[in-house]
């Protein structure tokens, strides 16, 4: 059974750090890319950061210059360090992986998902 774990949440203070993390782990994965995504209070479910097997990046604007994704070299793991935290990053933060025999025909693989709470 393929599962996805996160892990890192808090509560910190407004200029304050946290470091997430997610580990993929299960029967027949074939990894293509891994996401960060986040739902603030009240509002949909937003990308906050993606990144493929051929290290390709890509930021939400809210959040560039301040959070740093990065995945580990048996490419199943992932890390999102932020940085200078703000209130409005007050989210519970998902892990997503998208894993299949080719990228045209992946399944996304979800996490429950970590709280990340900003106090001002």
């Known amino acids: 059974q393929v599962e996805v774990v996160e892990s890192g949440g808090g509560l910190v203070q407004e200029g304050g750090s946290l470091r997430l993390s997610c580990t993929v782990s299960?029967?027949?994965?074939?990894?293509?890319?891994m996401e960060w995504y986040r739902k603030p209070p009240e509002l949909e479910r937003e990308s906050v950061a993606r990144i493929t097997n051929n290290n390709e990046i890509t930021y939400a604007d809210s959040v560039k210059g301040r959070f740093t994704i990065s995945r580990g070299s048996a490419k199943n793991t992932m890390t999102l360090q932020m940085d200078n935290l703000k209130p409005e990053d007050t989210a519970v933060y998902f892990c997503?992986?998208?894993?299949?025999?080719?990228?045209?025909?992946?399944?996304?693989?979800w996490g429950r998902g970590t709280q990340v709470s900003v106090s001002p």
């Open positions: 997503n992986a998208k894993s299949g025999p080719s990228p045209l025909f992946s399944t996304d693989l």
């Open positions: 299960g029967p027949g994965l074939n990894i293509f890319s």
